[in-house]
């Protein structure tokens, strides 16, 4: 089915802003199209929790604690997965993991750092 890779973490300030791309270039159209994607993240010491997905019907769904500042997005032409952060606070410091699901196969990318450091 074919990896998934993630790029686009780093440093930033508290107030600040990044997008998260996620990309699945050996992933064939008919299988990345129907599945569910999604942005995970896990910080030190702490479970992975889902901070947000989407449907292949473009239905979002978000962690109560990310509403209204996260953004996932698709783009099933270029076959990626999008998560623009905007008023990043240091709790949100994690690891980010992208995720497709389908059929009940889980398949993860392997995770970029996001730090929110004054």
């Known amino acids: 089915q074919g990896p998934l890779v993630e790029s686009g973490g780093g440093l930033v300030q508290p107030g600040g802003s990044l997008r998260l791309s996620c990309a699945a270039p050996?992933?064939?159209?008919?299988?990345?199209?129907?599945?569910?994607l999604g942005w995970y993240r896990q910080a030190p010491g702490k479970e992975r929790v889902l901070v947000a997905s989407?449907?292949?019907?473009?239905?979002?769904n978000y962690a109560d604690s990310v509403k209204g500042r996260f953004t996932i997005s698709r783009d099933n032409a270029r076959k990626r997965i999008y998560l623009q952060m905007d008023g990043l606070t240091p709790v949100d410091t994690a690891v980010y993991y992208c995720?497709?699901?389908?059929?009940?196969?889980?398949?993860w990318g392997q995770g970029t750092q996001v730090t929110v450091s004054s």
């Open positions: 995720n497709r699901f389908l059929d009940g196969q889980n398949y």
């Open positions: 050996r992933t064939i159209t008919s299988v990345f199209n129907p599945s569910i």
């Open positions: 989407i449907t292949g019907n473009g239905i979002t």
